[in-house]
């Protein structure tokens, strides 16, 4: 079987979970993102989205698209190289893999750890880990998310891990550390050209990353003009 | 103009420079890349390949794509998570993005320093730093090198980075620091499955990436069965 960026190896309610049937927010509307899916939103240029960390400890993998060219999409190995850093922050551009500028951070309410080096999860992973059946993953809901809006993930980009917790020893050694996050934290983008933005409530629950208590939750986001 | 994994931004001798039609390798014989420029090798499952750093200094991108799909390869993100760390090392193995491990490091005769963390170089880092011409870079070395074989590049993974020094400091932030390989230095790596490998030596010469005198240089390599 070849690989298909596009095909999920299993579902959930990430396909019933579009804001609409294209994307298109409502300004100023409150969204969920129910736990353990993923929700697709289209973005203008100069819109801002305000991703919120609604229980404090759920990491939101984060991913982007250009519009109308998906081709184009956000690249955390290109924004490291542009920032020279591993941490974006307040103030910051995260670029396109043609190094396009595509979102600037311009607020963050938590202490800003967010990660930028880990895959999203996949049915591998969990597989890996010991899973014998399917797990919902964050690659998955990508491509539902994208599916519930009518379009097809072109690739799995490498997403912006918000609130995910990953510390870098000194000898390079990386470990998966529960959020620093508090309820409510919110984190604020805006959009330096039209994109469809994906964010999924990290399902991963065999490891500390979304809280002690390994219990994924929600969150929530809106879109402001 | 919409984004073309495998179409080049201009073009250089990597043209010219596969070292047989398919990319078939003679096993032992030590084939040569030309400095700037990128060559294409097959490998057969246990086949190892052998990188040489020939003059001590310089940087090799390295890319490698499963065969017969080359849907899946060869992901810095899904290594460092299956990793745990951000320096792969010898008797680590390094894996696609669908987690299949592709390669084991079986020897290093440098002190290890590889980077997995940034981009390859592409004709927008050059004319961001400042380059008014076209630049030889990884990117289009990458997909000339597959075009040189008859082969279109299906995506622009980002690269294991031999030899390459980015330190990264305790506040996350990365800087380009010269090699600290010596001559004739080489890393052999084991291919857990078949593949299509690409090097780029890295054109690098606005930064001291590839030595302090800004000077790319070739590389070599060899199959051995």
């Given at each position: 079987?070849?690989?298909?960026?596009?095909?999920?190896?299993?579902?959930?309610?990430?396909?019933?979970?579009?804001?609409?049937?294209?994307?298109?927010?409502?300004s100023?509307?409150?969204?969920?993102?129910?736990?353990?899916?993923?929700?697709?939103?289209r973005?203008?240029?100069?819109?801002?989205?305000?991703?919120?960390?609604?229980?404090?400890?759920?990491?939101?993998?984060?991913?982007?698209?250009?519009?109308?060219?998906?081709?184009?999409?956000?690249?955390m190995a290109?924004?490291?190289?542009?920032?020279?850093?591993?941490?974006?922050?307040?103030?910051?551009?995260?670029?396109?893999?043609?190094?396009?500028?595509?979102?600037?951070?311009?607020?963050?309410?938590?202490?800003?750890?967010?990660?930028t080096?880990?895959?999203?999860?996949?049915?591998?992973?969990?597989?890996i880990?010991?899973?014998?059946?399917?797990h919902?993953?964050?690659?998955?809901?990508?491509?539902?998310?994208?599916?519930?809006?009518?379009?097809?993930?072109?690739?799995?980009?490498?997403?912006?891990?918000?609130?995910?917790?990953?510390?870098?020893?000194?000898?390079?050694?990386?470990?998966?550390?529960?959020?620093?996050?508090?309820?409510s934290?919110?984190?604020?983008?805006?959009?330096?050209c039209?994109?469809?933005?994906?964010?999924?409530?990290?399902?991963?629950?065999?490891?500390?990353?979304?809280?002690?208590?390994?219990?994924?939750?929600?969150?929530?986001?809106?879109?402001?003009?």
């Amino acid at each position: 079987m070849t690989f298909d960026a596009a095909r999920p190896d299993g579902d959930n309610d990430s396909l019933k979970s579009a804001i609409s049937p294209d994307g298109q927010p409502t300004s100023g509307e409150r969204y969920r993102v129910p736990a353990r899916c993923g929700v697709a939103v289209r973005l203008k240029a100069q819109q801002i989205i305000e991703v919120q960390n609604t229980h404090g400890t759920q990491v939101c993998d984060f991913w982007a698209f250009c519009e109308p060219d998906t081709g184009e999409f956000l690249s955390m190995a290109h924004t490291r190289t542009s920032l020279q850093s591993v941490f974006p922050a307040v103030g910051d551009a995260l670029v396109s893999n043609i190094r396009r500028p595509m979102f600037e951070i311009i607020s963050d309410t938590s202490p800003g750890v967010h990660d930028t080096l880990m895959s999203c999860c996949d049915s591998n992973r969990y597989r890996i880990l010991g899973c014998t059946e399917y797990h919902d993953n964050c690659t998955d809901n990508l491509r539902m998310a994208l599916m519930a809006i009518g379009l097809k993930a072109p690739a799995i980009p490498d997403p912006f891990n918000l609130w995910m917790n990953i510390p870098i020893a000194a000898d390079g050694a990386t470990s998966f550390e529960p959020t620093v996050s508090a309820p409510s934290d919110t984190i604020r983008m805006k959009a330096l050209c039209d994109v469809v933005a994906v964010m999924s409530a990290c399902p991963q629950d065999m490891n500390p990353i979304n809280g002690v208590g390994c219990s994924p939750t929600e969150l929530h986001f809106q879109v402001i003009d």
